[in-house]
């Protein structure tokens, strides 16, 4: 059984969803402090300029200690119609636009109140779309207590895991003998990110994976996992 234990973002990059289809089981982590200027709420689009971020606005004034999961969206800003004009602007040239931009529409004009229930749809969707099917698990409802790498290994023996799947940046903090006392292996992402074809060139990486579903459609999921290798159009 190998676990991924992940905070929820916003439009996630490609590494997230590879962590995802390499998961058994994914755990949401939505009970720990929400950050600002992460991203839990933004990701970055292109445009034909440049790399562009898109940001959902949360409610924070006097919320400075909220959890993830109490994040509220902040609707006075009319963040939903400058989002999808944007996405729309950028990429209503791309072959596989009309194949998800409607859902988008539905997905960003639901009025979630909370940050985390708009990026559960979001992520869900995309899974969907790439064929994923891991199952997710919000870390609030497993009710595990303990803190830093504790808290993490309390949460992959509850659910039976062998392997225990993150980030590189990760080895920053993590404690390796804590997993190999519970006989859990630590793997790193390491994610190669792929090269594909983009609407405008010269390529750039790390953006939403939105950005590879509107170029590549149903090939999108073998070129996040680098099983089919393309060149970017200089």
Excluded at 3 to 25: M, N, S
Excluded at 60 to 72: C, S, T
Excluded at 190 to 198: C, E, F, I, T
Aim: net charge positive; proline share 4%.
């Amino acid at each position: 059984m190998r676990v991924v234990i992940l905070q929820p973002g916003y439009l996630p990059w490609l590494g997230f969803f590879d962590q995802l289809r390499r998961a058994d089981c994914f755990v949401i982590y939505d009970d720990v402090q929400y950050t600002k200027r992460d991203w839990r709420n933004r990701n970055r689009i292109k445009t034909q300029a440049e790399a562009k971020y898109l940001t959902v606005p949360i409610i924070n004034r006097g919320r400075f200690d909220q959890l993830i999961k109490e994040a509220e969206i902040d609707y006075s800003q009319n963040w939903t119609r400058k989002h999808l004009a944007t996405i729309l602007a950028n990429y209503k040239r791309t072959p596989f636009f009309e194949n998800y931009f409607p859902t988008l529409i539905d997905i960003l004009n639901s009025q979630t109140k909370y940050l985390l229930d708009l990026n559960i749809k979001v992520i869900r969707a995309c899974a969907n779309w790439l064929g994923i099917k891991t199952q997710l698990i919000l870390s609030s409802d497993l009710s595990i207590s303990g803190s830093s790498t504790m808290r993490l290994i309390n949460i992959c023996q509850h659910l039976k895991a062998d392997y225990y799947l993150t980030g590189d940046a990760a080895s920053n903090y993590l404690d390796k003998t804590l997993f190999d006392k519970v006989n859990i292996k630590l793997e790193y992402h390491s994610y190669k990110h792929p090269v594909y074809r983009q609407l405008y060139p010269p390529f750039l990486p790390y953006m939403s994976i939105i950005d590879l579903l509107f170029n590549h459609g149903a090939e999108s999921l073998a070129i996040l996992s680098n099983e089919k290798i393309l060149e970017s159009e200089d």
